[in-house]
């Protein structure tokens, strides 16, 4: 059955790569790409004004059908006080209260017109976002949580297919035992093991050899340089991710999960959970987890706050066309090391 056609799009959850396929989607129904990319604004919801929506939504589209516009975080705006940190109270406009605002947002983002399709994208929110409750009657609303057992497997066996390989039943389980629900390195992983595998199916023993998490590794060995203050090998490996064919939007998005994953193992070790459960809640492997949890103890919740909120800047200078991707992961790479010395 064919999907009801929306003008507003919510897509949250902890699922990133799940959440970046589902906006490809939309933008493929959107007709040609160059076109599309003249019509398409994004967004950084911590700091957008009420105006500045009604100027993207309402603006009529050049040479095409429609506009394309997303917004990054507003959802996350309108979480209950207790779930947001002092960095984002801050980012309130000064002129409106919390309620006005909410309800102000609300109307324009009903008010879609035809002429533009409207998608918001946030991480995990609550039931009780009192503007997702206000948007949902006319949005097409999905939440992607993190793939976990019999789902996880059934993912990995289809992209196994979709690459144009097969996997038995023990070198599956095996690749999602070592990987875990991260579906970026998952991607990664099973793309390499059909290109060594060739045309026999994958075995138990490929997935032993090739996933080293080789990646993710360079993530660990990224942050953990970062946390020293050695520039050097942070650049060093900066490079080597960049050369082995990483663009360095992969980077940041691994570098921005392997930062949440931070902060939400710091939260659940920090109110008295197990290392059983907290590696339940944060849906890793072995080598991952226990990577996760050394560094975590390293970092203090305030840097790890300030760690992200650099990100959110320099992802919003790549979307903004300040600086070209690598200049700007480069800087902020540097940035960062220097805050460590």
């Given at each position: 059955m064919a999907r009801e056609f929306y003008l507003i799009h919510v897509f949250y959850g902890a699922d990133d790569f799940s959440i970046h396929e589902a906006l490809d989607e939309i933008k493929k129904g959107l007709g040609d790409a160059s076109m599309l990319s003249a019509n398409t604004t994004r967004l950084e919801g911590a700091k957008l004004r009420t105006e500045e929506l009604e100027c993207a939504v309402q603006?009529?589209?050049?040479?095409?059908?429609?506009?394309?516009v997303i917004?990054?975080?507003?959802?996350?705006?309108?979480?209950?006080?207790?779930?947001?940190?002092?960095?984002?109270?801050?980012?309130?406009?000064?002129?409106?209260?919390?309620?006005e605002l909410h309800k102000t947002f609300a109307s324009l983002i009903n008010a879609t017109p035809e002429s533009s399709i409207l998608v918001l994208?946030?991480?995990?929110?609550?039931?009780?976002n009192v503007l997702l409750k206000e948007i949902s009657p006319k949005a097409d609303i999905r939440l992607f949580a993190p793939l976990k057992g019999m789902q996880l497997e059934s993912w990995a066996k289809k992209r196994v297919s979709q690459a144009g390989g097969t996997i038995s039943e023990d070198a599956l389980k095996n690749l999602v035992r070592l990987v875990g629900?991260?579906?970026?390195?998952?991607?990664?992983?099973?793309?390499?093991?059909?290109?060594?595998?060739?045309?026999?199916?994958?075995?138990?023993?490929?997935?032993?050899?090739?996933?080293?998490?080789?990646?993710?590794?360079?993530?660990?060995t990224l942050v953990d340089a970062i946390v020293d203050g050695r520039l050097g090998l942070a650049n060093q490996t900066m490079n080597e991710m960049l050369e082995s064919g990483a663009a360095p939007s992969y980077v940041l998005v691994m570098l921005a999960r392997q930062l949440r994953l931070l902060v939400r193992a710091k939260e659940l070790k920090n109110s008295g959970q197990s290392e059983s459960a907290i590696q339940g809640a944060l849906g890793l492997?072995?080598?991952?987890?226990?990577?996760?949890?050394?560094?975590?103890?390293?970092?203090?919740?305030?840097?790890?706050?300030d760690f992200y909120h650099r990100l959110l800047d320099t992802d919003?200078?790549?979307?903004?066309?300040?600086?070209?991707?690598?200049l700007a992961l480069t800087i902020l790479v540097s940035e960062l090391c220097s805050q460590n010395k």
């Amino acid at each position: 059955m064919a999907r009801e056609f929306y003008l507003i799009h919510v897509f949250y959850g902890a699922d990133d790569f799940s959440i970046h396929e589902a906006l490809d989607e939309i933008k493929k129904g959107l007709g040609d790409a160059s076109m599309l990319s003249a019509n398409t604004t994004r967004l950084e919801g911590a700091k957008l004004r009420t105006e500045e929506l009604e100027c993207a939504v309402q603006s009529v589209p050049f040479f095409g059908e429609k506009r394309l516009v997303i917004i990054d975080g507003l959802l996350g705006r309108f979480e209950p006080k207790e779930k947001r940190g002092a960095a984002k109270k801050a980012a309130r406009p000064p002129k409106e209260s919390e309620a006005e605002l909410h309800k102000t947002f609300a109307s324009l983002i009903n008010a879609t017109p035809e002429s533009s399709i409207l998608v918001l994208l946030n991480g995990e929110i609550g039931k009780s976002n009192v503007l997702l409750k206000e948007i949902s009657p006319k949005a097409d609303i999905r939440l992607f949580a993190p793939l976990k057992g019999m789902q996880l497997e059934s993912w990995a066996k289809k992209r196994v297919s979709q690459a144009g390989g097969t996997i038995s039943e023990d070198a599956l389980k095996n690749l999602v035992r070592l990987v875990g629900s991260d579906l970026w390195v998952m991607k990664g992983e099973i793309e390499k093991l059909v290109l060594y595998a060739g045309e026999r199916s994958i075995e138990a023993e490929d997935v032993k050899k090739l996933v080293g998490l080789s990646r993710e590794a360079s993530i660990f060995t990224l942050v953990d340089a970062i946390v020293d203050g050695r520039l050097g090998l942070a650049n060093q490996t900066m490079n080597e991710m960049l050369e082995s064919g990483a663009a360095p939007s992969y980077v940041l998005v691994m570098l921005a999960r392997q930062l949440r994953l931070l902060v939400r193992a710091k939260e659940l070790k920090n109110s008295g959970q197990s290392e059983s459960a907290i590696q339940g809640a944060l849906g890793l492997g072995e080598f991952p987890f226990r990577k996760t949890l050394e560094q975590a103890s390293r970092y203090t919740m305030s840097r790890l706050k300030d760690f992200y909120h650099r990100l959110l800047d320099t992802d919003l200078a790549i979307k903004t066309g300040k600086y070209d991707d690598e200049l700007a992961l480069t800087i902020l790479v540097s940035e960062l090391c220097s805050q460590n010395k």
